[in-house]
């Protein structure tokens, strides 16, 4: 009888010393902790929801009023729809723009270090005079929105299809 009572000691103390033991028990000792943290803020629940919504909206707000695509902006706006806090937090810690402050910082950079390159031409000597009005229009514009000159005796040549294109290619 004493020989049992020892082999079940023995495998007792073996199932103590298991990972499966231990991390059950830590789950155990997390799950009290938090028990015993929302006991004691629960007389203060009220004031930290609202806070918690002030800021979320804060975070909504500027992440709206943003000057980036909205193709970025529209998952964090879901995000924090859903799960406000969570998603405010989560967009704070995960969303910054230090990466595209230095991006901006070396394209103006990379700007003025060509600029001496780059021949600035008027926007309509770039077209033929004979051509109409809209296709001057349109040069005008293509040139304002890409700060390049347009470019004299360009030919452009149109293929519908990938296979025209690539018969020409192959003659080249």
Same mark, same amino acid.
């Given at each position: 009888?004493?020989?049992?009572?020892?082999?079940?000691?023995?495998?007792?103390?073996?199932?103590?010393?298991?990972?499966?033991?231990?991390?059950?028990?830590? $789950?155990? =000792?997390?799950?009290?902790? $938090?028990?015993?943290?929302?006991?004691?803020?629960?007389?203060?629940?009220?004031?930290?929801?609202?806070?918690?919504?002030?800021?979320?909206?804060?975070?909504? =707000?500027?992440? $709206?009023?943003?000057?980036?695509?909205?193709?970025?902006?529209?998952?964090?706006?879901? =995000?924090?729809?859903?799960?406000?806090?969570?998603?405010?937090?989560?967009?704070?810690? =995960?969303?910054?723009?230090?990466?595209?402050?230095?991006?901006?910082?070396?394209?103006?950079?990379?700007?003025?270090?060509?600029?001496?390159?780059?021949?600035?031409?008027?926007?309509?000597?770039?077209?033929?005079?004979?051509?109409?009005?809209?296709?001057?229009?349109?040069?005008?514009?293509?040139?304002?929105?890409?700060?390049?000159?347009?470019?004299?005796?360009?030919?452009?040549?149109?293929?519908?299809?990938?296979?025209?294109?690539?018969?020409?290619?192959?003659?080249?």
């Amino acid at each position: 009888m004493k020989g049992k009572m020892a082999a079940a000691g023995r495998k007792i103390l073996w199932f103590l010393k298991t990972r499966y033991f231990l991390a059950f028990f830590c $789950i155990i =000792l997390e799950f009290a902790q $938090i028990m015993v943290l929302f006991s004691f803020l629960y007389q203060y629940f009220y004031p930290i929801t609202v806070a918690g919504r002030i800021f979320s909206m804060g975070v909504l =707000l500027y992440l $709206i009023n943003r000057d980036e695509t909205p193709e970025f902006k529209l998952p964090w706006v879901f =995000l924090m729809l859903i799960i406000p806090l969570v998603g405010a937090l989560a967009f704070v810690v =995960l969303s910054s723009t230090e990466s595209g402050r230095t991006l901006k910082s070396r394209h103006e950079e990379a700007k003025e270090k060509l600029a001496p390159y780059l021949r600035r031409l008027d926007a309509g000597k770039g077209i033929p005079e004979a051509a109409d009005g809209e296709a001057r229009l349109q040069v005008q514009y293509l040139c304002r929105a890409s700060g390049m000159s347009c470019c004299r005796n360009a030919e452009v040549v149109y293929y519908r299809t990938g296979q025209e294109f690539h018969s020409v290619l192959l003659d080249v």
